[in-house]
């Protein structure tokens, strides 16, 4: 089996940008945008992660796999379930009637529950926001296995503040990857020599889990005895009695401190506009009201 | 044998931690590469035992670590992009089996694969609990949906792994602790 990074270096404007202001550009956007459920503050949000997303020069056929997975999930379960029960987030607004465009009555034959699902343009509207709000999120994100070096995780969460031998931990882990890989290629082959048959797992659900054990014991086992080794030679080397320096070492450049400060900005905005002017609840436009006829 | 405290963080804990997120991540893209048929959108992970046994072999925060790391990078590879609560549920589902920990003693007794199959389920509760959850204030989805729609399906297929597949790594790993001389 061939474990490759989706990581590959593309020159791109984002990749030149230090890893720990895009991580504070990446999560101050993911917690202003959980903030809003008005579509123009999302769509300003929505806008702002495609402007991340487009210069990363992912490819359709690179992340068709994690789109399709995405859309699914956002479109079956959080679209029906916005216009069907119309709950989550913002749902005292959703109560009162609203503007209905269908409603039906069923009954559950047998035991005498009755179903009654509610299309009103209120939870289409929702319904929207909360896609909008998901895409955003995962625009946002996906770019991250893509544009990041593995090599740099460590070396940027320890600039970041986390501890020296957690940071060390995290760099070792992505280190330990490859060699992981090619052990278990290599159990599989072996088990497989000796009539064990991946594909054909029989049985029921529990047994079928039961069989996967020849494969994932022996990597796991292997893995910690060859750990000792390592454990030793980095006891003998004296690790953790110093702050530890780092192979590669990151610096800010000016365009940094930019994307730092328009983080912080659109952090510290995002809150004073939802706290102290109390604006970017649940809205739905007139136009949307006309369209469907109120 | 001398007992470390359980939050103890060493040469030996940055080691399996590190171990225990790099195995967790390959083994969760190499087992979703051999599909195990399953129900409905249910997607059986057997490497979700990786984080709960590195808990329970060697403490909470190699646990915390294999798991929240282990998620990052088995995405890393698969191309899924990062998403912190499901990296955080997945952390707590180590995290917590880790403090069953110092109440083994014996990796092949059958009090051992009860405490640890308890605090596993308990971990895959806590984490997956707090995943779905996050739905809630991230995606903005109701409780039941949570509940329904992310919690039930996560939770029991880690669970039926973990009782399954934990107690059959620490009797292997019982075979080779007394090599260690830890």
Redesign the interface.
């Given at each position: 089996?061939l474990?490759?990074?989706?990581?590959r270096e593309r020159n791109t404007l984002i990749q030149k940008l230090d890893p720990r202001a895009r991580w504070i550009f990446?999560l101050a956007v993911?917690f202003s945008v959980?903030q809003f459920?008005d579509l123009r503050f999302l769509a300003f949000f929505m806008g702002l992660s495609l402007m991340y997303y487009f210069p990363a020069r992912l490819t359709w056929k690179?992340?068709r796999?994690?789109w399709t997975?995405v859309l699914i999930l956002v479109v079956v379960?959080?679209g029906i379930?916005?216009v069907i029960?119309g709950?989550?987030?913002p749902?005292e607004i959703l109560r009162g009637a609203g503007h209905v465009l269908w409603e039906a009555q069923w009954a559950v034959p047998g035991v005498g529950w009755t179903i009654h699902p509610i299309i009103t343009v209120e939870k289409i509207v929702f319904a929207l926001?909360?896609m909008m709000?998901?895409l955003t999120?995962?625009i946002l994100?996906?770019?991250?296995?893509?544009t990041?070096n593995?090599n740099h995780y460590g070396v940027t969460f320890r600039r970041l503040g986390l501890p020296d031998?957690?940071a060390?931990?995290?760099?070792?882990?992505?280190?330990?990857?490859p060699t992981?890989?090619r052990d278990?290629s290599l159990t599989?082959d072996a088990q497989r020599a000796r009539g064990y048959e991946?594909?054909k797992?029989e049985g029921g659900?529990?047994a079928?889990?039961?069989k996967?054990?020849p494969?994932?014991?022996p990597?796991?086992?292997n893995?910690?005895?060859g750990?000792?080794d390592?454990?030793n030679a980095?006891?003998l080397r004296c690790?953790?009695l110093r702050p530890r320096t780092w192979l590669h070492e990151l610096r800010y450049a000016p365009r940094d401190y930019v994307l730092i400060a328009v983080s912080a900005a659109l952090l510290g905005g995002a809150i004073l506009v939802r706290t102290l002017l109390r604006v970017g609840d649940f809205w739905v436009p007139d136009a949307v009201l006309r369209l469907f006829g109120f | 044998m001398e007992r470390k405290k359980w939050y103890a963080f060493g040469t030996r804990e940055v080691v399996y931690s590190a171990l225990g997120a790099a195995l967790y991540g390959v083994l969760s893209f190499a087992t979703n590469m051999i599909a195990l048929p399953a129900a409905g959108n249910l997607a059986l992970r057997p490497a979700v035992c990786i984080p709960m046994f590195f808990g329970v072999a060697f403490g909470p925060w190699v646990g915390f670590i294999s798991g929240f790391l282990g998620n990052i990078i088995g995405d890393a590879i698969s191309g899924f992009g990062f998403w912190f609560w499901w990296d955080l549920g997945n952390g707590l589902m180590g995290l917590i089996p880790g403090f069953a920990a110092s109440m083994i003693a014996d990796y092949r007794a059958t009090r051992s694969f009860i405490i640890a199959d308890l605090f596993s389920i308990l971990g895959v509760i806590v984490g997956m609990g707090l995943a779905s959850l996050s739905e809630m204030w991230v995606s903005g989805v109701d409780l039941s949906t949570a509940i329904v729609g992310y919690f039930v399906p996560a939770a029991l297929t880690n669970i039926v792994n973990g009782i399954i597949l934990v107690p059959i790594l620490m009797v292997a790993y019982a075979a080779i602790v007394g090599r260690t001389g830890r």
């Open positions: 089996m474990i490759a990074w989706r990581y990446l993911m959980i459920w690179e992340t796999r994690v997975f379960i959080i379930n916005a029960t709950r989550g987030g749902t926001a909360q709000r998901m999120i995962a994100f996906i770019p991250v296995a893509f990041f593995p031998k957690v060390f931990s995290m760099d070792l882990a992505f280190r330990f990857v992981l890989a278990f599989l991946v594909e797992l659900l529990l079928q889990i039961r996967m054990a494969l994932i014991v990597v796991t086992i893995a910690i005895v750990a000792e390592i454990v980095m006891d690790f953790g | -």
